[in-house]
């Protein structure tokens, strides 16, 4: 399954969003694009993972039932968890559901992303983005910075 990504450009942020329930994707969408992002949407596994492997997305969003009936049967988290770090450290990954409490540390560490979301707080989802994704940068900073320099040499 070719997909086409040639559409993005280098100040485009891209964001990948990946829901089987179609009012919380048109949220996670809106929010998305409002906070200036440009959205691709996965409809399948496969398709999640054919776009996740052409384009280096800064955000990445994840119901905890995509294509499943249960979080453990949900093969886009489990192909993120199994995942290198190496390949996915460029996205600020998150999952949304109604089994978590958000921004919970160690339930975003058991399911290997950097922040869950409950979606009984979808209404304040832009400014839960930002502080996931800001988080996320500070976290990282110095990982990145020396990256840079050593790829710069």
């Known amino acids: 399954m070719a997909f086409d990504a040639h559409f993005i450009t280098a100040s485009d942020k891209p964001a990948l969003i990946a829901f089987s329930t179609p009012e919380w994707l048109e ?4 929010a998305l694009i409002e906070l200036g992002y440009k959205v691709h949407t996965a409809a399948t ?3 999640f993972l054919v ?13 905890e039932r995509f294509g499943a009936n249960t979080i453990a ?6 192909a993120l968890q199994s995942m290198p770090m ?17 921004f919970a540390p160690l339930e975003a560490f058991q399911n290997s992303v950097h922040a869950v979301i409950n979606s009984s707080e979808m209404f304040m989802l832009k400014q ?10 500070l976290f990282l ?13």
């Open 73 to 78: 049967e949900n093969l886009t988290l489990q």
């Open 51 to 63: 776009r996740f492997s052409q384009v280096r997305y800064q955000v990445v969003i994840v119901e």
């Open 141 to 153: 900073q110095t990982y990145r910075d020396v990256q840079g320099r050593i790829t710069a040499l």
């Open 128 to 137: 839960l983005i930002e502080k996931a994704v800001a988080e996320n940068g």
């Open 27 to 30: 949220i996670v969408r809106a």
């Open 86 to 102: 190496i390949h996915r450290r460029h996205a600020t990954v998150m999952l949304l559901g109604e089994s978590f409490q958000t």
């Open 45 to 47: 596994h496969t398709d």
